[in-house]
C-alpha cells in the first residue's frame, strides 16, 4: 500500500497502526538484511507500545500511525545521527530536525534511520560505520546515492513514503536506479536548518520520495513551508489539492546528451528516449534541444560552490589533526579545495551560476519541461568507490560520473525522477523531469499522469520475497 492508501485505511478503521507496524517490522526482518537500507531501526516492542498510542490517540494528520525512517544526515530525537561517518558514530540527536518535526506533527513514526554514505558525498550508499546498501534488483550493484537507504526501503516495501536530501542528485540518482519516485523541490521551499551560516550556501535541499506521485506530492506538503528563523525560503504553496487536475499538454525539451558533454553508458539514451515516446504518446509535444549553455561552464561554477560549501561545513574537522583522517578522501579533496580559493573565485562561479539562470529562464519561455536522464550509466559494481570512466571516456574526479543532475542543481530547479523502465540487463533507470522554479505541483501532474500509464514501481517491484 502507498502511503495515503495506508492513511486513508488506518482512518476509515481497516487497518490499525499495531497490524501495520507489525507488517513494516516483519518486511524489515525479512529483507533488510540482504539490502541493510535501514540503519539504527528502535526495538520492536517500543515502535509496538508508539504504534498501540497511535491507535488510541486523536489522529494529528495524514502520516498518524505511519511508519518512517529517516536519512542517517537529519536528526531524529533519540536516534543516532552518525551521517556515515566514524566521528559521529553513536552520536544521539536531542532534537529533530526542521523537517523531521514536521513529519512527527503530521503523526508519524520514527523507526530509524536509512543508511547515506559519509556525510552525503558520493552517489553510492557505503560507509564505515554501517557499510554498504545493496541494490535490490542485483545485490551486487551500487543503490545509488546519497539516499541511496531510502529509495531501497520504498523498493523492497519496508516504508511506504521516506524523506531524503539532495546536492547532487541525491534524490534522483537512488530513485533512477531503484524504480521509484524522487523529487528535488524548488530550492527554498523545504527549508533547511535555522543554523550556521543560511545565506551562501544554497545548493542542497531536503525533499520526498515515493513509490508514487501523489504520496510525493502528500509528503512534499508536509515538509515545506516558511519558516520565520530562515531567510531565504519560498512560500512554495500547496501541490497535493492540485494532483487530481491533469497539466494539460506540455513543451517537454529533450537534452539528450547536451551536445555530447554527457557520455553515456549502452542503453541509457536508448530506455530515454523509448520513455520520451510515451511521452508524446500522452498527448505532450516532444522535442530535440541543443545544449542550451556550456556544459564545462556549469560544472567548474557547480565543482567551485560546492567545495566552498563543504568546506564551511567540515572544515572544522579536517583542520583538527584528530580528525582529518576520519575524513574519506573525498571529503578531504572537496575540504582541500574550498579552503583554496579567494573569495573573487566563489564570486566568480557565482556570477556563471546567474548567467545560467537567465539563461534557462528564457528557456522555459519555449518548453514547459527539460528532460535528462537520472544517470549517466546503469548501477554500477558495489565494491567500486565510483566509476573510473563512462562510453570510454575517463571521469576527472570522483563525482563527475553524475555531472548529468549539475545543471538543475546549480540553480535550484525542482525536478521529478520517474521510473523509465529497465534496461536489457534487467536494472532500473530513470528520467529527471525539471522544469521552471515554482514549477512543482505541474511536475507532479505529469509525474502522476506518467504513473497511471506505466505504474513501473507496482508492475515490476525486486524479486526479494
Known amino acids: 500500500m502507498g502511503a ?3 492513511s486513508e485505511a488506518l482512518a476509515n478503521g481497516s487497518l490499525t497502526a499495531v497490524a501495520l507496524m507489525e507488517a513494516t517490522l516483519a518486511r ?26 497511535a491507535d488510541e ?9 505511519i511508519p518512517m525512517a529517516i536519512k542517517d544526515l537529519a536528526d531524529a530525537e533519540g536516534l543516532p545521527t552518525s551521517k556515515g561517518s566514524p566521528l559521529f558514530a553513536g552520536s544521539v540527536a536531542t532534537q529533530d530536525s526542521l ?24 552517489s553510492h550508499t557505503f560507509n564505515p560505520v554501517h557499510g554498504a546498501t545493496c541494490n535490490p534488483y542485483d545485490l551486487s550493484k551500487s543503490a545509488g546515492g546519497s539516499s541511496g537507504g531510502a529509495a531501497v526501503a520504498l523498493a523492497c516495501g519496508m516504508v511506504s513514503v521516506a524523506d531524503g536530501s539532495d546536492m547532487m542528485g541525491s534524490l534522483r540518482n537512488p530513485a533512477g536506479w531503484n524504480n521509484v519516485y524522487g523529487m528535488r523541490p524548488s530550492w527554498g521551499s523545504v527549508p533547511g536548518e535555522p ?54 499538454a506540455l513543451r517537454i525539451g529533450w537534452l539528450g546528451d547536451w551536445g555530447g558533454a554527457f557520455p553515456y553508458e549502452d542503453g541509457i ?42 568546506a564551511g561545513g567540515l572544515g572544522v574537522n579536517y583542520n583538527n589533526p584528530d580528525e582529518r583522517d576520519f575524513l574519506k578522501e573525498a571529503a578531504q579533496w572537496e575540504v582541500r579545495r574550498g579552503l583554496a580559493f579567494s573569495a573573487m573565485d566563489v564570486h566568480r562561479a557565482s556570477v556563471v551560476r546567474s548567467e545560467w539562470y537567465r539563461t534557462a529562464a528564457a528557456l522555459f519561455d519555449r518548453v514547459d519541461v527539460l528532460v535528462l536522464p537520472s544517470a549517466q550509466l546503469w548501477p554500477f559494481a558495489i565494491e ?18 553524475m555531472q548529468v543532475v549539475v545543471p538543475a542543481s546549480l540553480i535550484g530547479l ?30 507532479l501532474q505529469l509525474a502522476q499522469q506518467w504513473h497511471e500509464l506505466t505504474v513501473w514501481p507496482q508492475r515490476r517491484p525486486p524479486d526479494l520475497p
Open 4 to 6: 495515503l492508501a495506508q
Open 28 to 53: 524489515i526482518d525479512a529483507v533488510n538484511g540482504r539490502v541493510n537500507a535501514i540503519v539504527s531501526l528502535r526495538e520492536h516492542e517500543t515502535l509496538l507500545a508508539e504504534a498501540r498510542a
Open 57 to 65: 490517540a486523536p489522529r494529528k494528520g495524514w502520516l498518524h500511525g
Open 99 to 122: 523537517f523531521v518535526s514536521r513529519l512527527r506533527a503530521a503523526g508519524a513514526i520514527i523507526i530509524g534511520k536509512t543508511n547515506t554514505p559519509e556525510f552525503g558525498l558520493g
Open 195 to 248: 543554523e550556521g551560516d543560511m545565506f551562501l550556501h544554497t545548493l542542497s535541499t531536503s525533499g520526498p520520495m515515493a513509490r508514487n506521485p501523489r504520496d510525493l506530492a502528500a509528503l512534499l506538503d508536509t515538509m515545506t513551508g516558511l519558516d520565520p528563523r530562515l531567510p531565504l525560503g519560498k512560500d512554495a504553496g500547496k501541490t497535493f489539492a492540485k494532483m487530481d487536475h491533469p497539466p494539460g
Open 269 to 310: 539514451a536508448t530506455l530515454s528516449e523509448a520513455a520520451l515516446g510515451q511521452f508524446g504518446d500522452l498527448g505532450h509535444d516532444v522535442s530535440y534541444l541543443d545544449a542550451p549553455f556550456a556544459a564545462e561552464a556549469i560544472w567548474d561554477s557547480w565543482i567551485t560552490l560546492r567545495s566552498f560549501a563543504i
Open 384 to 401: 567500486e568507490v565510483h566509476p573510473r570512466e563512462i562510453a570510454g571516456q575517463t571521469m576527472d574526479t570522483y563525482h563527475r560520473w
Open 414 to 443: 525542482p525536478v521529478v525522477n520517474v521510473p523509465a523502465g529497465f534496461g536489457a540487463n534487467g536494472l532500473p533507470g530513470g528520467l529527471q523531469l525539471i522544469g521552471r522554479h515554482g514549477s512543482d505541483a505541474r511536475l
